[in-house]
């Protein structure tokens, strides 16, 4: 049972074992033997009666091959509201092996971690596909490695552009581990933001829960959580790519970035004038929660770090309250003036707006400041 509570207490109504392997693309799927097994314990005291799941291997085991499992708690309106997470583990010839694992309880089971189709992503946790090559397995990713050199590991088409960063348990190409991306919840009577971390290894997306604090910012208005929850609310998939579909980019903001060309190769790359900053004030005239912001898909976005102030930060943040509205560049990835990208594209929210924001770089200085929005 949950810490704390009884599980009739804390309203858990049905476990549900899921077991899965891990496939050759790298990628775990679901036994469908041994899953979606159900048990009634709605009147059962589970800290003073725990229950026993037995998992058997069958003649066609590999019994080297670790076998994950995940235990969901379902609340009488079938709402997962919590799991025990056992981790994964082979089997062992003539052995009876015993794992015991508690119910950690959702802080926010208004989101949904396990697909009506089979699949399940908790935070935390490896992604789980059902198998079927359709539906929510489609959102369950082979891994980069098996994707570029393993046949039947493609992924189909339209599936998934890989030009762009997706938090979905696997690393690919240019994305960067354990990265803080902003999330919106709402929390003590107001929409806030704050981060949460994208694993993105190992088959383990998002690290924890999108659970502000009483330190996190406000926004003006729900629009951003309404348009999150909404999206957390398909249990699998690009939530980022969601998000932003819910909620268009009200404008665009155009940016001339200058760099340095006298920079040496393999010097960093420097902005104009000696001690210059890539910094600009998107918005000078909001206050209070109109000028909390934050970069959608983190602070490293390809070549570029990048990001918003808070008074006296030095480094580009992924959120930011203060005014004013402070972009800024910390840093670009290149060996020389000549191999920064031309430009770069990203989204961002100020207030509860989505903000689109073109950067231009030019290698040339011009005596004016090294980062200029209009």
């Not at 704050?194 to 383990?204: E, K, L, P, S, Y």
């Not at 934050?294 to 006296?312: C, H, P, W």
């Not at 903000?355 to 400041?369: F, K, S, Y």
Request: hydrophobic share 40%.
């Amino acid at each position: 049972g949950p810490a704390g509570q009884s599980s009739i207490a804390a309203g858990v109504a049905t476990l549900e074992l899921v077991a899965a392997h891990r496939s050759w693309c790298e990628r775990w799927v679901e036994d469908k033997d041994a899953s979606h097994t159900r048990v009634d314990v709605h009147a059962r005291d589970l800290q003073k009666k725990p229950y026993t799941f037995l998992i058997e291997p069958n003649h066609f085991t590999d019994l080297s091959e670790a076998v994950a499992v995940i235990v969901l708690a379902r609340d009488a309106s079938d709402r997962v509201i919590g799991a025990a997470d056992f981790g994964d583990h082979p089997y062992r010839l003539r052995h009876l092996d015993e794992y015991t694992a508690r119910i950690a309880l959702l802080q926010r089971p208004e989101a949904s971690y396990a697909a009506s189709d089979g699949c399940v992503c908790l935070p935390g946790a490896p992604w789980m596909g059902n198998g079927s090559g359709a539906g929510c397995d489609l959102d369950v990713v082979t891994s980069f490695d098996r994707l570029i050199d393993t046949a039947g590991c493609e992924l189909p088409p339209g599936a998934r552009e890989l030009t762009s960063p997706v938090c979905d348990g696997q690393q690919y190409d240019g994305e960067t581990v354990d990265r803080e991306l902003p999330c919106f919840a709402a929390h003590a009577g107001a929409c806030q933001l704050t981060t949460r971390t994208c694993h993105d290894q190992d088959g383990v997306a998002w690290g924890e829960e999108c659970l502000p604090d009483q330190a996190a910012p406000s926004l003006p208005t729900g629009a951003l959580c309404d348009a999150y929850l909404a999206c957390e609310q398909q249990a699998c998939g690009d939530l980022t790519a969601c998000f932003l579909q819910k909620v268009p980019a009200a404008r665009t903001l155009s940016c001339v970035l200058h760099v340095d060309p006298t920079t040496a190769a393999g010097a960093p790359i420097a902005p104009c004038a000696s001690g210059g900053k890539w910094q600009a004030v998107l918005d000078n005239t909001a206050t209070a929660a109109g000028c909390v912001a934050s970069a959608i898909e983190g602070v490293k976005q390809g070549a570029f770090s990048l990001g918003f102030l808070d008074t006296g930060a030095t480094d580009p943040q992924a959120t930011a309250s203060d005014c004013p509205v402070t972009f800024a560049v910390g840093a670009i990835d290149a060996n020389s003036p000549a191999e920064v990208p031309d430009g770069h594209d990203l989204d961002v929210t100020i207030g509860d707006q989505v903000v689109h924001i073109h950067i231009h770089v030019e290698r040339a200085c011009d005596n004016g400041p090294s980062l200029v929005c209009t």
